[in-house]
């Protein structure tokens, strides 16, 4: 399986950017897909998931600010960020995973999102 992830760059303050993912190779219908972040420094953290069945999680910091949504037919998940924070600044990576298989677990490449103040 093989992700890939775009739509980062620099926004002010207060600002919108849409992240993508695309899943493609030997995908299962089941896995969940998430957005996780790394900012320089930190361990990596999850931003937010979706089940195939669309059920969300999202981290305490999103605040309603984010929004993830998945396409299950297409294989891909993206993230809906506004009100963007310089700390929200980090490299954000895509991941798909099924939960009791742990050899079923991808990651994209990341993108970098860069809010400035």
């Known amino acids: 399986v093989q992700l890939q992830a775009f739509g980062g760059g620099l926004v002010q303050a207060g600002g919108y950017l849409r992240l993508f993912c695309a899943a493609s190779g030997s995908v299962v219908s089941n896995a969940v897909m998430g957005w996780y972040r790394q900012a320089p420094g930190k361990q990596r953290e999850l931003v937010a998931s979706?089940?195939?069945?669309?059920?969300?999680n999202y981290a305490d910091f999103v605040q309603d600010r984010f929004t993830i949504s998945r396409h299950n037919l297409k294989n891909t998940v993206d993230l809906q960020m506004t009100s963007l924070k310089p700390e929200d600044t980090a490299v954000y990576f895509c991941?798909?995973?099924?939960?009791?298989?742990?050899?079923?677990?991808?990651w994209g490449q990341g993108t970098l999102v860069t809010v400035s103040s």
């Open positions: 979706v089940t195939s069945g669309g059920t969300e």
């Open positions: 991941r798909s995973w099924v939960r009791g298989r742990p050899y079923y677990n991808y």
